[in-house]
């Protein structure tokens, strides 16, 4: 399962919700029929709606009509099968074939771990544990992300000046 939303609030009395997406494809909610959400177990949700605002989704499922039906989901993740992950273009990666890549420089010397990537409307930032146990920003732009290597499982990376202080 791989991980698209976050379901932020019931929106409205009706029994829709609003989701925040961390796709940067909001339109692929459009060709989803069915999603996962991720509370204390997995459960299947048909969609019967979709509708959407800049980043947010809003969903309605099937069968589910009132707001204190799905108040139980706020704060839980959407999930989707890899068969419903979008294609992607060229420089372009997945989250999660990402995290656990090591990050090197240059000189192929290890600056850290990839643990976590932090979306914003920007840039992403790449929030790295480093070998001391320090975590280190990186932003994910292309005068730093040099190249992403995901067969090594290696990022490498042009260190700005003041980063590593």
Not at 5 to 19: F, M, S, T
Not at 40 to 45: F, V
Not at 79 to 85: C, G
Not at 101 to 117: F, H, M, P, S, W
């Amino acid at each position: 399962m791989y991980l698209i939303g976050h379901i932020l609030k019931p929106q409205g009395i009706k029994g829709e919700i609003k989701v925040e997406s961390v796709s940067p494809d909001t339109a692929r909610f459009y060709r989803l029929n069915e999603i996962f959400v991720q509370c204390e177990k997995l459960e299947t949700y048909l969609i019967e709606a979709v509708r959407i605002s800049g980043r947010f989704v809003f969903l309605k499922f099937s069968g589910v009509n009132t707001r204190n039906e799905v108040e139980r989901l706020r704060g839980c993740e959407v999930l989707i099968r890899e068969d419903d992950l979008i294609d992607l273009r060229d420089n372009e990666y997945f989250i999660h074939d990402l995290i656990g890549c090591r990050v090197v420089d240059e000189n192929d010397d290890t600056i850290g771990e990839l643990k976590e990537v932090m979306q914003n409307p920007s840039n992403d930032i790449y929030i790295l544990i480093a070998p001391d146990g320090r975590e280190i920003l990186v932003p994910a732009i292309r005068d730093v992300v040099r190249e992403i290597d995901l067969k090594s499982k290696k990022i490498y990376i042009r260190i700005p000046e003041g980063l590593l202080d």
